[in-house]
């Protein structure tokens, strides 16, 4: 497992280097290593003097050591350029599900990807929440031989990939093997993950508590909008996991009701998301405070600059990276969207033309999504007054009354539910078939997460979209997304221009990228408090 400080300065980094140039140079070719130490090098050139003095002049292979000597030289130094100091060599591989795994030292043989349960040779007891599968999920095959052998991991896969046990397995084989290696069976946190919002945490823990149920790890899920004292119990009773969102935790922790000193394994969940949400200060103090010896795994949808920044700040030098599907980004091809352009106050009726049309029989799942808390809970009233059976959830209602909304929806009684981006971020519905944007995102990022609602698991799907005056600066990038997937794109549409502002848009250009350090900062978003911790 690596060790890794909060914050690696300058003068550790330098360290670690040599450590690992040092390293590097053992494993080389002991004829390559004699020709980098001067002493050995000065005597070399001596007797090579001496030879050339023998034999009256410089022969040939003379010559062709010379420029094997020098081609070697140049080698290292390339190598050099392409480790950039910190030790071992970037590689890629590709494999046929589309899934690109780049890191250092990743092609040794434990690495190889899962083709089976079996192969990762874990206990029946963790496998037995797998039982149903018939094998790993691609994000699940390629990080259980990593995170089983301790590497910090970056994955870029989105919710319904697998990616809860991807990171929840390898998670409890830490703290069962930690428990079992340990006199210490005090049941502490030993694993904590960061969820950006409330259902995504209850949805983890959802997972994770039955997963751990037949080898006895717990789980508890901390998140604001209920009551602390049932949290501060669970915590006191013994804990193996905490999952949470960063605002209540951080409560938590000030108020002494949660300890994470002994947490060595920590998943950031949806980490582009928890600090688009501006929870950036709370993920750092909460990450602060784990042990300084940790394993350190992040998930993400795309990978903005400020993330970056925090895994270089709280990860080891060589996490590997393993993207699924890098075109999961792009607009799912099973979904038709399509596009209207009209008035504000044209909405509601249309809104109902369009209800008669896709939620006829009233039993199939409607997703409606909405900016603002307000306007879901209007949106909902008004349906409500037409006869429409609807439920909806939004940083406005009480996390009970989002709870049992979801419910409703999910095993069918209400399927038609009204949401907006921040509550319905990372869910896993299963078989929405229509989603419908009342209002367009605030960026296309998340006009591409909303419609991939639908369309899941092989199944077509409709998304359709109401686009206003309002939103024209966000016109270029939906109709690049529209065009790439071989849509429909509206003549009003067009006229409002195809410009797109690349820095702007973490859907191009930002993806998995380097972006320049001047590309605008997260801030939180503030409008009327959409707060989901
Ligand atoms: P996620 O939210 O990314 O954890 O994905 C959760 C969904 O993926 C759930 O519906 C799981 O039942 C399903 N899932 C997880 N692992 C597998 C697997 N190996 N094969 C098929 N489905 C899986």
């Known amino acids: 497992m690596p060790t890794i400080t909060d914050s690696i300065t300058k003068s550790e980094k330098k360290t670690k280097n040599k450590d690992h140039k040092r390293k590097l140079q053992d494993q080389q070719d002991p004829d390559l290593v004699e020709q980098q130490s001067p002493k050995k090098d000065k005597k070399k050139k001596k007797k090579d003097k001496e030879q050339v003095s023998v034999n009256g002049s410089e022969d040939l292979s003379e010559k062709k050591k010379k420029k094997k000597q020098k081609k070697e030289e140049e080698i290292k130094k390339e190598q050099e350029v392409k480790n950039n100091g910190d030790g071992g060599v970037d590689e890629v591989r590709e494999t046929d599900d589309n899934v690109v795994v780049s890191g250092k030292d990743i092609s040794d043989v434990k690495y190889k990807a899962l083709k089976s ?7 029946d007891e963790l496998l037995e929440c797998c039982k149903n599968f018939s094998k790993p999920s691609p994000i699940q095959s390629n990080s259980w ?51 950006p919002t409330r259902e995504l945490a209850q949805q983890i823990y959802d997972v994770l508590s039955d997963a751990g149920k037949p080898s006895g790890v717990r789980s508890v899920c901390v998140y604001g909008g209920t009551s602390k004292g049932p949290q501060i119990s669970a915590l006191k009773s013994g804990v193996d996991i905490v999952i949470g969102t960063p605002g209540r935790l951080k409560d938590l922790i000030e108020m002494g009701v949660c300890q994470l000193q002994e947490v060595s394994f920590v998943v950031l969940d949806e980490a582009d998301r928890m600090l688009d949400m501006g929870f950036e200060p709370e993920v750092r103090s909460i990450l602060s405070k784990t042990s300084s010896v940790r394993q350190v795994v992040m998930f993400s949808a795309t990978w903005p600059l400020a993330v970056n920044q925090l895994s270089q700040e709280f990860m080891d030098p060589n996490p590997v990276k393993v993207v699924v599907g890098s075109e999961d980004l792009a607009a799912n091809h099973d979904v038709m969207q399509i596009v209207e352009v009209l008035e504000d106050r044209a909405r509601d009726e249309r809104l109902v033309t369009l209800l008669e049309k896709y939620h006829k029989s009233r039993r199939n799942r409607v997703l409606v999504f909405v900016l603002y808390k307000k306007e879901a809970s209007r949106v909902e009233n008004m349906l409500q007054r037409r006869g429409w059976k609807v439920v909806s959830i939004s940083g406005d209602k009480q996390q009970k009354a989002r709870t049992e909304a979801l419910q409703l929806f999910k095993d069918g009684t209400s399927p038609l539910l009204i949401a907006t981006d921040v509550a319905a971020r990372g869910l896993d519905i299963p078989d929405v078939e229509v989603v419908i944007n009342y209002s367009f995102p605030l960026t296309t990022e998340d006009y591409v997460h909303r419609i991939g609602r639908t369309g899941r698991a092989g199944k077509k799907g409709v998304a359709h979209t109401f686009f206003m005056k309002e939103n024209k600066a966000l016109s270029g990038e939906l109709i ?37 350090a001047d590309a605008p900062k997260a801030t939180k978003i503030t409008f009327d408090s959409d707060n989901e911790d």
């Open 117 to 123: 349960f079996a192969e990762s040779k874990l206990s």
């Open 145 to 195: 031989p990593f995170l089983l052998h301790g590497r910090d991991f970056i994955g870029i896969a989105k919710t319904g990939s697998g990616k809860t046990l991807a990171f929840g397995i390898p998670a409890m084989n830490h703290i069962l093997n930690k428990r079992k290696n340990t006199a210490n069976k005090k049941v502490t946190p030993l694993c904590l993950v960061l969820s």
């Open 480 to 516: 690049n997304v529209l065009r790439e997937a071989g849509q429909n794109v509206p003549t009003n549409l067009l006229n409002f221009g195809t410009h797109v502002k690349k820095k702007e848009s973490k859907l191009y250009g930002a993806h998995f990228k380097e972006i320049s």
